[in-house]
Nanobody
Framework: VQLQASGGGLVQAGGSLRLSCAAS????????MGWFRQAPGKEREFVAS????????YYADSVKGRFTISRDNAKNTVYLQMNSLKPEDTAVYYC????????????????WGQGTLVTVSS
C-alpha cells in the first residue's frame, strides 16, 4: 500500500482544514487507518484511527471533539477533518495503514505516507 497525504497548509487559530490520504492498491479496505503528527522538536504522536469498515473511530484526548476521521473505501481515501484548530496543532501530519486494527501505537502500522504540514497561526 502506498499512501499520499495532502491538504495541509497555513490556517488561523479557530479555523478548519481537511486532510486527505489517498491509497494505492486493491486492499485498502482491509486496513485500519490512522493519522499521527509530529510537532517541531517533539516525538510523533497518535491523533486518530478508524477501523477497516469505518464503524469505529478513536481519538487522542487532545483532539477529541475537534477532529473527525472518516474513510471512503470506494475512493481508497481516508480523511481528517480538523476544526477549531489551535497553534499547538501545528505539526507534520502522517497517515498510516495497519493490518492489526485501529491501534494508537505506531508499531502497529506497516505503511506510512510522506506527511503534510499544518501550521496554525495565533
Amino acid at each position: 500500500v502506498q499512501l499520499q497525504a495532502s491538504g495541509g497548509g497555513l490556517v488561523q487559530a479557530g479555523g478548519s482544514l481537511r486532510l486527505s490520504c489517498a491509497a494505492s492498491g486493491r486492499t485498502f479496505s482491509s486496513y485500519a487507518m490512522g493519522w499521527f503528527r509530529q510537532a517541531p522538536g517533539k516525538e510523533r504522536e497518535f491523533v486518530a484511527s478508524i477501523t477497516w469498515s469505518g464503524s469505529s473511530t478513536y481519538y487522542a484526548d487532545s483532539v477529541k471533539g475537534r477532529f473527525t476521521i472518516s474513510r471512503d473505501n470506494a475512493k481508497n481515501t481516508v480523511y481528517l477533518q480538523m476544526n477549531s484548530l489551535k497553534p499547538e496543532d501545528t505539526a507534520v501530519y502522517y497517515c498510516a495503514a495497519s493490518p492489526r486494527g485501529a491501534t494508537p501505537f505506531q508499531y502497529g502500522y506497516n505503511y506510512w505516507g510522506q506527511g503534510t504540514l499544518v501550521t496554525v497561526s495565533s
